[in-house]
């Protein structure tokens, strides 16, 4: 494997490090050799685990694949540091650390679809998002990472939000499409209801609840929600501030007064017919935003 150096701070984090070092007077030829040399030894192990090494453009994936982990494990540990990442790789055990790293933070973020990956815990797709040349001008593994770990956070506090607020432990993964109506819900239910758990007896109860003027305020919901989001690790919070969009409020003000509407329907004893009705008026023909449609009626 050659490690071709060119001047671009554009280029896996590998390489930048090496072309600041040498820029710098920092790392001489001999350690650069010892660097080159476990950098080949890592590509052979590579290849001879997933691909074939008597191929040479397996050989050379392997490579691309070495360089791309050790960049991203690289950067994470030195904080984005130069110095502090010259230091790791000049230190005994070279380049392994930072695969290492790079190899389990890939894991921890890769989809567990039940499909098995060539890679074992790490998915095919990210690891070539990932994986790069060493004289490439653009690397772009850090983004894709960081693209794959918001996505695992999105999923991880959806099933937090379901296994913590929700009565029942069985969900259909068809069921809510997006984390803002799993948030939607837990809110809504909560501050209609004033229960711990989410149970799907909404529509039922909703005939019996006295809607309390204060309720139909945004800060009334943005409480509501802060008040959710308290109760959960500040990692996934943060995770699922950042996928709420402009509009989650209102849309919660919106459901609740089409909630009161359906409550002075219902409490006529309008026939299913006009009820279901008024939610097609309402576009609820699927699972939205506080008011998913319950077959337990």
Known sequence: MQLILRDSNNGPFLTQVINKAQAEEGLSSEQLTQVKSKAVLMSLKFADKFYNKYKMHLLEQAAYDV????????QQLSDNDHQQALDLLLAPEGLVKPFQKGWSMLAAVSKKTGKASLYGDVEEQLLQAVATPPDADEWDGWAQYQQALKEHRRTQSMQLLQQQFYARTHFDEFEHFSLEEVLAEVVFYRALTGADKVRQDLKQKIRSLEL????????????????TLAQLPDANSVAIREDLGQHFIPALLRTLHFARDYQTLANTNASPEKLDALEGKQGLTNPLLGWPQYLEL
């Open 67 to 74: 360089i791309g982990v050790v960049s991203l494990g690289l």
């Open 212 to 227: 309390q003027p204060h309720w139909f305020s945004e800060t009334f919901f943005k409480l509501q929600t802060e008040a």
